[in-house]
């Protein structure tokens, strides 16, 4: 029995009964198109291809980084499903009742973080459709100091965030039905999008000409693929490896195992592609159109003459970005910050925390430079958030057999109190070792190369997020298991 008065339980984290699971397949297949139908997708492919890549080892790359996340995505939602327990309930059982905030605030951090991203990405669409309406150039401000951007855009930016809230504060079935109504609307404006650029530019053949795809990828001497492909499929992989950690949050929600694992086979791979496809071919026959390859699509779309066309096509993006931007970035760490004092933070309370972190933040500096974006964040994070999955799965599969005491996640002094400390050490000391190996080479390439060190964590850090997932998983695992006996302690 559940105990409701203890300091680890409110509502918004206790295990969901399966009489109260709406989710079926086909919600969680629209949760991923909501998710995965927006501009940081569209504009994928862009970096791989400035690297070099031909359009389809771009597409390649970014399909089978999104086939692997997904395996991890689909063993770490099972606990969700069979517990009905969200990601910072289901950590308890690995890293202990109070260990578990660490994992869980390392989530939330890099939610924000993505948030404002999604958050900058959603009100500069906002910026451009006021100035399809309305010609601003003549009122707007030069950048303002320390932000470093006009204050039309940052109060776009502020505008869209306060609808995220909004929707937030409405709670988490409002986010199923968001999903359910945006991803036909939002398939059907890609597909227009694409059916526009292949017709106005005369045919798949001369978009993906050489020529035309030479332009798109720009002049790029030496390119080696091996050499970038690797750090490539690790950011693809990075991009997601969010929500492979806290997947559990959605599929608690879901009826059956059966019903988690179609929805996310159908949702998440095919979508990345389709929509990563329609941006590639866009971006080809803005080439042939303009002359110029045009990534941005809020760019391309103030190109358009007719301004119900642009008008349209522009609130299309503002939903894409908030679908995405609500079931991604403030689900995890909601619960994350309500994790850590149950009984003060409720769900709606740390989605208030999210947003203003995300604010403080200013995303707009972290997207300034490929470097930035790929390089340091995407891969820089997935170190983090490997690791953790690492120790998870290992504790849940391996060491636990998937069993798990319910009651025992909701109790200060039960099993996963771990000696009455609340912190697994073993977890947290595996933990440690997948991010410090990492570490080096994040600090070289965070520091633009200004912090030397040796070659191998430089080229260890390409791979970051399978070196921080197998080497946490793998210590936690000799740690967790006395091999004179071949007992787990």
Excluded at 166 to 175: F, R
Excluded at 215 to 235: E, I, Q
Excluded at 245 to 269: E, M
Aim: hydrophobic letters at 55%.
């Amino acid at each position: 029995m559940i105990e409701m008065n203890s300091s680890l339980y409110n509502e918004d984290l206790a295990p969901v009964p399966w009489e109260k699971r709406t989710w079926g397949m086909w919600d969680l297949a629209a949760l991923w198109v909501g998710m995965c139908v927006c501009i940081p997708t569209y504009m994928l492919a862009a970096d791989l291809m400035k690297a070099g890549m031909h359009w389809w080892q771009a597409l390649l790359t970014i399909t089978l980084g999104n086939v692997i996340v997904l395996i991890p995505m689909i063993l770490n939602g099972h606990a969700g499903t069979k517990y009905g327990v969200s990601l910072p309930v289901l950590l308890r059982s690995s890293f202990g009742v109070k260990g578990a905030h660490i994992p869980a605030v390392m989530r939330a951090l890099v939610a924000c973080g993505w948030f404002g991203i999604q958050t900058w990405i959603g009100g500069s669409a906002i910026y451009g459709l006021v100035q399809a309406v309305w010609d601003l150039r003549a009122y707007d401000t030069g950048p303002l100091p320390v932000l470093g951007i006009s204050a039309f855009q940052f109060l776009s930016f502020l505008l869209f965030w306060a609808i995220n809230m909004w929707v937030i504060l409405k709670g988490i079935e409002s986010i199923r039905w968001l999903e359910k109504l945006a991803a036909p609307f939002l398939i059907l404006v890609g597909v227009a999008l694409l059916v526009w650029g292949v017709w106005s530019a005369g045919g798949f053949g001369r978009i993906f000409s050489e020529e035309t795809v030479n332009m798109v990828r720009g002049k790029r001497s030496g390119f080696h693929f091996w050499s970038v492909f690797f750090p490539f499929l690790t950011a693809m992989v990075g991009f997601w490896a969010t929500v492979a950690l806290n997947i559990p949050d959605f599929t608690c929600h879901a009826k059956s195992q059966r019903d988690q694992i179609l929805g996310q086979v159908i949702g998440l791979p095919t979508t990345m592609a389709l929509f990563s496809f329609i941006g590639i071919a866009v971006t080809a026959a803005t080439v042939v159109i303009y002359h110029e390859a045009i990534w941005d699509p809020v760019q391309l779309l103030m190109r358009f003459h007719s301004p119900l066309v642009v008008v349209i096509a522009l609130l299309g993006l503002v939903l894409a970005t908030l679908s995405t931007n609500i079931a991604a970035n403030v689900v995890a760490p909601a619960n994350g910050f309500s994790n850590l004092a149950p009984h003060r933070i409720s769900f709606r309370m740390g989605g208030i925390i999210t947003g203003v972190i995300g604010i403080v933040m200013m995303p707009w500096k972290l997207l300034s430079s490929l470097e930035a974006y790929i390089f340091t964040w995407l891969i820089g994070y997935s170190a983090l958030l490997g690791s953790i999955l690492g120790v998870m799965l290992a504790d849940y599969y391996l060491i636990r057999r998937a069993k798990l005491n319910l009651e025992a996640l909701y109790s200060p002094d039960g099993e996963y109190s771990y000696g009455g400390s609340g912190f697994n050490f073993k977890a947290l000391f595996a933990l440690g070792v997948g991010i410090l190996i990492n570490f080096p080479g994040f600090l070289h390439q965070a520091t633009g190369g200004g912090i030397s060190v040796p070659r191998f964590f430089q080229n260890l850090y390409t791979y970051a997020w399978f070196v921080g997932f197998f080497f946490s998983g793998g210590v936690y695992l000799l740690l967790a298991c006395d091999r004179r006996r071949g007992k787990k302690v």
